[in-house]
């Protein structure tokens, strides 16, 4: 069992940064593939970014490559989610979540989800 927990959400202009952490509880933290996905009003949830148990490997959603970074420190078992340039389309409530398989992008594969984070960017 893991439990994450989201934090570093706000407003923020556009233009602007702002850095996601989500803590995760339990031992196992290193073997979980992470990612995250947001979900705006009226839309489906979407993959975000994902970062394998190591670190070594990171994929990112077309939409903020380039923008945000993911990383994880595993000895302190938390992963973040630097994001910069933000834009108003990327208001959306953010997740965390972990994954005890295989690296994948798709979230009906990830077994953990944290409450979200709310991310509101001005214009």
């Known amino acids: 069992q893991v439990q994450l927990v989201e934090s570093g959400g706000g407003l923020v202009q556009a233009g602007g940064s702002l850095r996601l952490s989500c803590a995760a509880s339990?031992?196992?933290?290193?073997?979980?593939?992470m990612g995250w996905f947001r979900q705006a009003p009226g839309r489906e949830r979407e993959f975000v970014a994902a970062?394998?148990?190591?670190?070594?490997?990171?994929d990112y959603a077309d939409s903020v490559k380039g923008r945000f970074t993911i990383s994880r420190d595993n000895a302190k078992n938390t992963v973040y989610l630097q994001m910069n340039s933000l834009k108003p389309e990327d208001t959306a409530v953010y997740y965390c979540?972990?994954?005890?398989?295989?690296?994948?992008?798709?979230?009906?594969?990830?077994?953990?989800w944290g409450q979200g984070t709310q991310v509101t960017v001005s214009s």
């Open positions: 979540a972990a994954n005890s398989g295989s690296y994948s992008r798709n979230a009906k594969w990830y077994d953990y």
């Open positions: 339990g031992r196992t933290f290193s073997s979980y593939v």
């Open positions: 970062i394998s148990w190591s670190g070594g490997r990171t």
